[in-house]
């Protein structure tokens, strides 16, 4: 008996989507029991823990960048000394983000088993490379000494690199709806 449900095409290939079906293609990894088990492990209350640290290294990294550049506009040793700062709490809250995404990468099997993930993975250990780079410069050289030219041009880079993973990170959770609830339930 045909059903009296109107069918639309979006619907229907998002059904066969979810199968590991596109048209007449089986993604094996997709048909894997698995593949739709993407919560979030490392979380509060729901809440995945990676999501919510990984804002420190984004903002502390543009900080990072701007205090560069009020230090080349005002010569004030204030803002080489802040932008000192911003880039080692950029590095160590990175690396505190970066291990709750890899704690959560390797637990949760929907995560793993999506090449995405491991894009991402590799994208910010390099990022977290600059970063530890950007701090380590300055610590070595002196705050005020590192700034002009490398320091600023490492912030820029690294500005630069994390809108690119955070970009990424952001299409794991808004595209594969990694970390988020399977079940619908907070
Ligand atoms: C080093 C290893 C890392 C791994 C394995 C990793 C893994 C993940 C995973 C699995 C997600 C999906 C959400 C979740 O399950 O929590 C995610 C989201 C995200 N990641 Fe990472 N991540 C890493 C480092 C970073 C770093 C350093 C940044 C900083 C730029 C970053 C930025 C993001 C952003 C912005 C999201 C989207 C969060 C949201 O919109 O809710 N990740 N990451």
């Known amino acids: 008996m045909a059903s009296d449900r109107p069918t639309f095409p979006q619907t229907a290939r998002r059904e066969e989507s979810r199968a590991g079906h596109d048209g007449d293609l089986v993604d094996p990894i997709a048909t894997q029991p698995h593949f739709h088990r993407t919560e979030s492990r490392i979380a509060v209350a729901g809440h995945p823990i990676h999501a919510m640290l990984v804002t420190f290294p984004i903002a502390l990294t543009m900080c ?8 080349w506009w005002t010569g004030d040793a204030f803002w080489a000394r802040a932008a000192l700062w911003a880039s080692g709490m950029a590095f160590l809250f990175g690396v505190a983000a970066g291990l709750a995404g890899t704690v959560e990468l390797l637990l949760v099997p929907g995560i793993r088993a999506r090449a995405a993930s491991w894009t991402h993975f590799v994208l910010a250990v390099m990022l977290l490379s600059v970063l ?10 002196g705050y005020e000494h590192a700034v002009l030219p490398w320091g600023v041009l490492l912030s820029a880079f690294a500005a630069g690199f994390t809108g690119v993973t955070g970009w990424h990170g952001g299409k794991l959770v808004f595209d594969y709806q990694l970390g988020t609830s399977t079940t619908g339930r907070g």
Do not use: H, I, Q
């Open 132 to 141: 530890g780079a950007n701090w380590g410069y300055r610590l070595t050289t």
């Open 64 to 71: 990072t960048l701007g205090a560069d550049g009020f230090y």
